[in-house]
């Protein structure tokens, strides 16, 4: 017989353990959180939250519903070609999981809406192309060489899986350059388009979205150029404001009406300090009459930009489109910087969307290309697995919950817990809480004359829905 312990005939060298319990928790509330020092990321509490009409003397975030605002087209990234490559060179099971975790929203999935593609090369392709690449003092005036068989291979596919997925998904396209012979200086980088092909281009517009079309894939919106005033970039071009204004009233606008395109014609693409370029396109009522919105990046200037336009042409919608991670990346800096910036700062300025650059890259930032950004962090990091960075959780903060057709509603700012709130197409609210201080804060939320208390360690974020 083996040795053991006995007390009162019971074996109590191995003690049976009981099952763990786990009745349901009863909240009004989820709460799903982000710590700024990174041990916490994008993930639900189980803590419990319920709403009571008794009050305390804590700070308290009011929401109301009955104060709306604009109404939401999504949240999510830029698609690159790069990004379209390493999500397709995942093996298949794995690479169906990520799409699946990206665009779907029940149990672990974040949801994203909102993608940008760039219409030929970004910076972040592994070389500069356009869908009409002649050569040297070739033209092709219609366009008969016009091809997207480069996207055949990555973006197409890619493409075509997540609209399956979602097949609601908003795409936006953004040119980084013409076609070199359009162009003043017959170069990817720089020069300008030539007015004498003002006419084709907006052709090559119309063929694109056709094309993608064909594929099965809507361009719900266009830009006619990235970082108009950004000739440095490979490749780029530069389009003044007043150039803008005569492509998209003489050529562009009416080449969509009369091919009866309703792809949305959105002007600017660059930075929030010189809100001047859209309000000088706005001001021109031949231009306006063709022109959806004004988007935005913000490597210069106040998010407060977006509510001048906004103000100034209320008829008129106002987008977020891109804000990049600098590798490696400062977790709890670029968190707060970004939520407080965009996720709060963009969608309380009248933005309808949020985008982060880019989705993807390889661990040396790749592919970029000669001259393009090498340092741009992507939300996922694909080689030897998939590792998910600081812009993936910014996002996941807002699209997983505030949902295509939200409506923003009015929410307090105090003090240092920055605030943003939506009503989403459910009927749930969303609020979005960052705890900008420099120490853990203890708050309520208000609805309807109830307050629920919880608290944020600083450096945080919170998104709360009930």
């Not at 070199?180 to 004498?196: E, I, R, T």
């Not at 490979?234 to 492509?247: H, I, K, L, R």
């Amino acid at each position: 017989m083996a040795s053991c312990q006995k007390k009162n005939n019971r074996d109590i060298s191995n003690p049976p353990v009981s099952p763990p319990v786990t009745t349901p928790l009863k909240t009004d509330v989820a709460f799903w959180l982000t710590q700024g020092d990174g041990s916490v990321q994008f993930q639900q509490q189980r803590v419990s939250l319920l709403f009571s009409s008794e009050t305390n003397s804590n700070t308290t975030i009011t929401v109301d519903t009955t104060q709306t605002y604009q109404q939401i087209d999504g949240f999510g990234y830029t698609l690159t070609g790069g990004s379209a490559t390493h999500i397709n060179s995942l093996p298949a099971a794995e690479q169906d999981a990520l799409l699946k975790e990206l665009f779907l929203t029940d149990s672990t999935h974040i949801g994203v809406s909102y993608l940008r593609i760039s219409i030929g090369a970004s910076d972040l392709s592994a070389s500069p192309f356009t869908y009409n690449d002649l050569a040297p003092g070739e033209t092709d005036m219609t366009l008969q060489r016009f091809s997207i068989d480069k996207e055949r291979e990555d973006l197409i596919p890619v493409l075509k899986k997540i609209v399956a997925l979602f097949p609601d998904i908003k795409i936006l396209g953004s040119p980084w350059s013409a076609p070199v012979w359009m162009k003043s200086n017959n170069s990817f980088v720089g020069g300008s388009l030539l007015p004498a092909y003002y006419s084709v281009y907006a052709q090559y517009f119309v063929k694109y979205i056709k094309a993608m079309k064909a594929e099965g894939i809507t361009i719900d919106a266009i830009t006619p150029q990235n970082e108009p005033l950004h000739g440095g970039n490979n490749p780029s071009m530069v389009m003044q404001a007043t150039e803008q204004a005569d492509f998209i009233k003489n050529h562009l606008g009416p080449a969509f009406r009369n091919n009866n395109i309703s792809t949305k014609i959105i002007v600017y693409d660059h930075n929030a300090d010189r809100p001047d370029y859209p309000l000088t396109i706005l001001a021109d009522p031949d231009a306006r009459q063709y022109v959806d919105g004004s988007a935005f990046h913000l490597y210069g200037g106040q998010i407060s930009a977006l509510s001048q336009v906004h103000l100034a042409y209320p008829d008129k919608n106002v987008y977020f489109t891109e804000q990049w991670v600098g590798g490696p990346g400062n977790f709890g800096g670029d968190l707060q910087w970004h939520v407080e910036n965009l996720i709060i700062g963009a969608t309380r300025n009248w933005s309808r969307n949020v985008l982060e650059w880019n989705l993807a890259a390889d661990q040396a930032y790749k592919p970029y290309t000669n001259g393009g950004c090498n340092t741009c962090l992507g939300a996922l990091t694909i080689g030897g697995g998939v590792k998910r960075n600081v812009s993936y959780y910014i996002i996941a903060h807002a699209s997983k919950f505030v949902r295509p057709g939200s409506v923003r509603v009015a929410s307090d700012q105090t003090g240092n817990l920055l605030t943003v709130a939506f009503r989403n197409p459910e009927g749930k609210k969303v609020l979005i809480v960052l705890n900008k201080g420099n120490a853990p804060a203890v708050f309520n939320i208000g609805f309807k004359n109830r307050y629920v208390t919880t608290s944020l360690n600083n450096g945080s974020v919170g998104t709360y829905v009930w």
